[in-house]
């Protein structure tokens, strides 16, 4: 039974476990987790859109043009530019990231609800566009991103049991207990500056 899962979910799984690697390795600021953070994101394109997840699946085509822009971002910015430092926004940018996020939320949901055969549209909308912003907030190395992280994974774990896509919450899950421990890394160094 076990074999059957593996061989039928193989390309989930090693998609999953290239996330993982991802987040270890952002974890640690290592820039090597945009490479796993892109080949991930590719092969996630095409589980989302199997499994009728559409805003997951768009989110997979902005998630590759941010790999790139956070590899640049933390390995390769001009010799001139000073290394990249963790960061905390003020309540302000975050006031607006929420609104933003809000609006786009229930346009983006009403637009899935009335136009498409979309599975939990506004779930799928919310999941989707927060991870836009959070990824935002890492690729610029904001503090806060690890907090947008938790709550998109956890309501992010319901979404994908939804659609029995099992490997993919058992990922989510372990992204709930190591983004806590990415906040905390990225916090401490932060409290050194």
């Known amino acids: 039974m076990i074999f059957n899962f593996l061989a039928e979910n193989w390309f989930e799984i090693v998609a999953a476990l290239l996330a993982i690697a991802y987040l270890l390795l952002a974890m640690r600021q290592d820039a090597r987790c ?6 991930s994101s590719l092969m996630y394109l095409f589980v989302m859109y199997s499994a009728g997840l559409y805003m997951e699946a768009v989110l997979q085509i902005f998630y590759l043009l941010m790999g790139f822009y956070g590899l640049y971002q933390w390995q390769y910015r001009p010799a001139n530019n000073a290394a990249l430092k963790i960061k905390v926004w003020p309540i302000t940018a975050h006031l607006l990231s929420l609104t933003v996020l ?3 939320v229930v346009t983006s949901g009403y637009i899935l609800t009335n136009n498409t055969n979309a599975v939990s549209p506004y779930i799928d909308a919310f ?4 991870a836009i912003i959070a990824s935002y907030m890492l690729a610029k190395k904001i503090l806060e991103n690890w907090i947008y992280w938790f709550v998109i994974d956890f309501v992010s774990v319901f979404l994908f049991v939804s659609r029995e896509l099992y490997p993919t919450a058992l990922l989510f899950c372990l992204y709930l207990v190591l983004v806590i421990f990415g906040y905390r890394s990225w916090k401490n160094e932060w409290q050194l500056k």
Do not use: R
Request: glycine share 8%; proline share 0%; charged share 0%.
């Open 34 to 39: 945009w490479i796993a953070w892109i080949i």
């Open 102 to 104: 809000f609006l786009l």
């Open 127 to 130: 999941t989707t566009w927060g």
